[in-house]
């Protein structure tokens, strides 16, 4: 039961819904898994699209990433965003402190400091409290 902590979605179809959404809060725990998954998941998409132009159109591999770039770009720190926003509601900070990780060396260290810092152990605006199993 433990280990069933680390997948984002294991309960059903409303936690999974609540996968795309930036409201709720999610312990550090589940913000590093989600983090790592979406961070992986981003390097295998670049991946397979990268080996499918390669294959299908090798003279316009560098023209299709020039051309493209700045779009897989914004759909990958979309779904980064995700967890950094529910991470700050734990902490009871607002959700526009990720501008934060805009800025590279803020950026960082405010990914670092969301791993680490515990949750406000109490309800706040963002929701209930959360079950604390040891790392939350």
């Known amino acids: ?3 069933m902590e680390f997948i984002p979605f294991r309960k059903n179809a409303t936690e999974m819904k609540g996968l795309w959404s930036f409201e709720g809060r999610i312990g550090r725990r589940q913000f590093f898994s989600r ?3 979406m961070t992986l998941a981003a390097f295998v998409v670049m991946f397979v699209v990268a080996v499918f132009v390669a ?7 560098e023209q299709f990433f020039e051309r493209n770039s700045l779009l897989i770009n914004i759909i990958v720190t979309v779904f980064w965003l995700l967890p950094i926003v529910k991470r700050l509601h734990d902490t009871g900070s607002s959700g526009w402190g990720i501008v934060l990780a805009f800025f590279p060396c803020v950026g960082l260290l405010l990914i670092v400091l969301l791993a680490f810092v515990p949750g406000q152990k ?3 605006t963002y929701g209930a409290a959360l079950k604390s ?3 939350s």
């Open 1 to 3: 039961d433990f280990w």
């Open 133 to 135: 199993r040891g790392i």
């Open 122 to 124: 109490k309800d706040n």
């Open 55 to 61: 294959i299908v159109s090798p003279e316009s591999y």
């Open 35 to 37: 983090f790592a998954i």
